[in-house]
């Protein structure tokens, strides 16, 4: 695992894009963008976007590992990046993390989230362009994001606005807009696409958590793989039932669900997940782009897309995927929407290559939730 881990620090050669999380306060109120009324909606089902997916990178710096196992990465890729890690002010720092500790409760795995002592309150974000060349020869590139202080008001999942809840916690009636305009409007200084969805009614599918309230608790969706942040400080993943919402570590700040447990306890968690999660063939094999979220050995998130395009088989399958996040060195990752709905937006600018059509069209879908890392901390 070392010697892999220099060889590929070795083929940096991508640009720079690295900062920290300062920038203009959110100045919209979590009661402006949302209202909870009484509703009385089904689940549809999931035919959100077909998400698929790309792979590669190397993390700054992170090399996985737990108690009980430590990752391992393919060592007929390779790929190239580049990354930093800058203060508030622009100036390189030294990290400083609070101990990170990884636990397992039945189906849900947790992590004691890190904090940098010195952030000065940014969530000190680390941008990295991936190259990287799959093992059928295929190269796919995309963008990752790791943040080292992880704290309530930095990170979440964000509904579009104008979304509308229940108060009794039935289905929201979510709305959809483009990433980067839901980003723009909360204040994001990162953000990718989340959560699935209906593509025919726009129905948010799963559980929702945000800013400390339930949104939405969908009982309808079975076994399927969550990330959130709950209220003790733990970055958490795996199969949060309905209960574990309102019960695990007293509830979460942040949660949402995706489609595909793809790595636990630091190894391919993926064939376990396809029988659990009852994940069709062509949903693992599709090449597409793809977005996943996860968290390492130092328990900091790991936030990533990459590019590709459904109609010329374009990205990564669900395996390549998988191997892309244990080369990072991620302990656990859940797989969310992709295809295209995958998108990144850094700094109020798309990034990346969305394909919303499923074509070489570059355009940007609108979807229904974002995981979002905010310019400061914020309340809204």
Same mark, same amino acid.
Not at 36 to 42: A, E, H, K, V
Not at 200 to 215: D, E, F, K, R
Not at 250 to 273: C, D, I, M, P
């Given at each position: 695992r ?7 620090f070795a ?6 894009l =690295?900062?920290?999380?300062s920038?203009t306060?959110?100045h919209m109120?979590?009661?402006?963008r949302?209202?909870f009324?009484?509703?009385s ?6 035919s ?5 997916s790309a792979?590669?990178? %190397?993390a700054?710096?992170?090399s996985?590992s737990?108690s009980?196992?430590?990752s391992?990465?393919?060592s007929s890729?390779?790929?190239s ?5 800058f203060d508030?002010d ?5 990290l400083s993390?609070s101990? $990170?500790? =990884?636990?397992?409760? *039945?189906?849900v795995d947790f992590?004691r989230?890190? %904090?940098? $002592?010195?952030?000065?309150g940014?969530?000190?974000?680390n941008?990295t362009e991936?190259h990287?060349k799959l093992k059928d020869g295929?190269s796919?590139?995309g963008?990752l994001?790791?943040?080292d202080? %992880?704290?309530p !008001?930095?990170?979440?999942?964000f509904?579009?606005?104008?979304t509308t809840?229940?108060q009794?916690?039935e289905l929201?009636?979510?709305?959809r807009e483009?990433t ?5 409007? *909360?204040g994001?200084?990162y953000?990718?696409?989340a959560?699935?969805?209906n593509m ?6 799963g559980?929702?958590v945000?800013?400390?309230t339930?949104?939405?608790v969908?009982? +309808?969706?079975g076994?399927r793989?969550?990330? +959130?942040?709950?209220k003790q400080?733990?970055?958490?993943s795996g199969?949060v ?5 309102f019960?695990?570590? !007293?509830?979460?700040?942040?949660l949402a ?7 636990r306890?630091g190894?391919s968690y993926l064939q376990?997940?396809?029988?659990r999660e009852?994940i069709d ?5 599709e #090449?597409?782009p793809?977005?996943g979220?996860?968290y *390492?050995?130092?328990?900091r ?11 010329i ?6 395996y390549e ?7 990072? !060195?991620?302990v656990s $990752?859940v797989?969310l929407d992709?295809? +295209?709905?995958? %998108?990144?937006?850094?700094?109020? #600018?798309?990034?990346s290559?969305?394909t ?6 570059i355009?940007e ?8 890392f905010?310019?400061k901390?914020?309340? #809204?």
């Amino acid at each position: 695992r070392m010697k892999s881990s220099l060889l590929l620090f070795a083929l940096v050669s991508a640009s720079l894009l =690295a900062a920290g999380c300062s920038a203009t306060p959110v100045h919209m109120s979590l009661r402006r963008r949302f209202s909870f009324i009484p509703l009385s909606l089904s689940s549809e089902g999931d035919s959100g976007s077909s998400a698929s997916s790309a792979a590669d990178s %190397v993390a700054s710096g992170s090399s996985a590992s737990s108690s009980s196992s430590s990752s391992s990465s393919s060592s007929s890729s390779s790929s190239s990046s580049s990354s930093s890690s800058f203060d508030s002010d622009g100036a390189p720092t030294t990290l400083s993390f609070s101990h $990170a500790s =990884a636990a397992k409760q *039945d189906d849900v795995d947790f992590i004691r989230a890190a %904090v940098n $002592a010195k952030a000065n309150g940014s969530c000190n974000l680390n941008h990295t362009e991936i190259h990287h060349k799959l093992k059928d020869g295929r190269s796919v590139v995309g963008h990752l994001a790791i943040v080292d202080n %992880v704290q309530p !008001g930095l990170f979440g999942f964000f509904p579009s606005t104008g979304t509308t809840c229940g108060q009794s916690r039935e289905l929201c009636d979510c709305k959809r807009e483009k990433t980067s305009v839901t980003a723009a409007n *909360d204040g994001c200084l990162y953000a990718t696409n989340a959560g699935f969805f209906n593509m025919a009614t726009g129905a948010c599918i799963g559980n929702l958590v945000h800013n400390g309230t339930v949104m939405q608790v969908d009982s +309808g969706i079975g076994t399927r793989a969550q990330f +959130g942040y709950d209220k003790q400080g733990n970055l958490v993943s795996g199969y949060v039932t309905s209960n574990d919402i309102f019960s695990f570590h !007293g509830g979460f700040h942040e949660l949402a669900t995706g489609r595909g447990w793809l790595v636990r306890n630091g190894k391919s968690y993926l064939q376990t997940a396809i029988e659990r999660e009852g994940i069709d063939d062509n949903f693992v094999t599709e #090449k597409a782009p793809r977005t996943g979220i996860a968290y *390492d050995s130092r328990g900091r998130i790991m936030l990533l897309q990459v590019d590709g395009e459904e109609d010329i088989k374009a990205g990564s399958d669900l395996y390549e995927f998988t191997e892309l996040f244990l080369s990072l !060195g991620a302990v656990s $990752a859940v797989n969310l929407d992709g295809g +295209g709905s995958s %998108v990144t937006v850094y700094k109020g #600018k798309v990034i990346s290559k969305p394909t919303c059509d499923d074509t070489p069209r570059i355009c940007e879908r609108t979807v229904t939730t974002i995981a979002c890392f905010l310019n400061k901390r914020s309340n #809204k």
